[in-house]
């Protein structure tokens, strides 16, 4: 079974433009959980979906935002990107909510910020 | 609000030697308790969990970590560490029974392994 795929793996931008990562989730799963990876603040959950609705959502600004699709397939958007947005962004799949489900992750996108 | 204390963001053991990675947490309710690997470039394989149950929890890779509610621990060992151990190794704690998949990062322990 394929594990989670996370598109594009790299992306370099410039301040204020706008990006946006996709996350396949492993087949069947329907929930999906997108962190924030940087060497200072560590690893940060930024939101989850679970049948197209967000769940829960960390403490990010508005300008990162996300959606899922009716076949999980998740998105992320970052819109006005700032240096400080310069991260690895993980996607994790789970077949459903719930704490004791284990959370697969991707390899992640790297996003840097110029 | 869960909060996890990984003591130690750099930990070197000989190859062959005892691994010990300490995780410590905070809960106002029964935690679900995670340990993560992180290999270069690559993102996190889930190596144990504790949810309920058995406290001394077995994982892959000869891992094995022990949940200790007096302590609020949940410390990672390894009998013998080999040169793949290598990595950074991340505790995680998730808050339920919120029921939210949301898990909360200690902020992660680099393992170096000298030959």
């Known amino acids: 079974k394929a594990g989670v795929t996370q598109t594009p793996r790299y992306l370099i931008k410039t301040r204020g433009q706008q990006v946006t990562l996709s996350c396949s989730p492993i087949s069947g799963h329907r929930s999906v959980s997108w962190y924030q990876q940087t060497p200072g603040q560590g690893l940060q959950f930024l939101f989850e979906?679970?049948?197209?609705?967000?769940?829960n959502k960390g403490n990010f600004p508005g300008r990162f935002s996300g959606r899922q699709f009716s076949n999980s397939r998740s998105e992320m958007n970052v819109s006005t990107l700032e240096l400080g947005d310069s991260a690895l962004y993980l996607c994790a799949s789970s077949w459903q909510p719930g704490g004791t489900d284990t959370q697969y992750f991707g390899p992640g996108t790297r996003l840097t910020v110029l | 609000a869960q909060s996890v204390t990984q003591l130690g963001s750099h930990v070197s053991v000989s190859e062959g030697a005892l691994v010990l990675l300490r995780c410590n947490y905070s809960s106002s309710v029964p935690p679900y308790l995670f340990w993560y690997v992180q290999y270069p470039n690559q993102g996190l394989q889930l190596l144990l969990k504790?949810?309920?149950?058995?406290?001394l929890v077995k994982g892959i890779n000869g891992f094995e970590a022990e949940f200790k509610k007096s302590e609020t621990s949940f410390h990672l060992t390894k009998p013998s560490a080999h040169m793949s151990d290598a990595a950074e190794y991340f505790c995680a704690v998730s808050e339920v029974p919120q029921g939210a998949q949301k898990l909360v990062f200690g902020q992660g322990t680099r393992l170096t392994i000298n030959p």
């Open positions: 504790y949810t309920t149950g058995a406290t």
């Open positions: 979906y679970f049948s197209e609705t967000q769940r």
